[in-house]
């Protein structure tokens, strides 16, 4: 399975961002969910309570601005070509 090219984590919560390929170019995913522990297993949820959803807005807003400057960036070196 492949793996996120960057992840993002607050206590808990965890955005992992993907790079995908396509027809059009590349283009980035966000997959945001919750840890949590059965027994000693380690299991995630996609399910947030009410005391979640500020670190799900913030991990949002983070993976948003990453996404954002990797792309800036990258167009930015292609413009100087």
């Known amino acids: 399975m ?33 840890l949590f522990r059965n027994g000693d297993v380690w299991k995630e949820s996609t399910r947030f309570g009410r005391n979640d959803l500020t670190l799900v807005a913030k991990a949002a807003d983070q993976a948003h601005s990453w ?8 167009t930015s070196t292609d413009d100087t070509e």
Not at 7 to 26: D, E, P
Not at 67 to 74: E, G, H, K, L, Y
């Open 67 to 74: 996404i954002f400057a990797r792309t800036q960036s990258d």
């Open 2 to 34: 492949s793996k996120p090219i960057h992840v993002i984590r607050f206590g808990m919560i965890k955005a992992s961002i993907w790079l995908n390929q396509t027809k059009s170019g590349q283009r980035h995913s966000v997959s945001i969910v919750r």
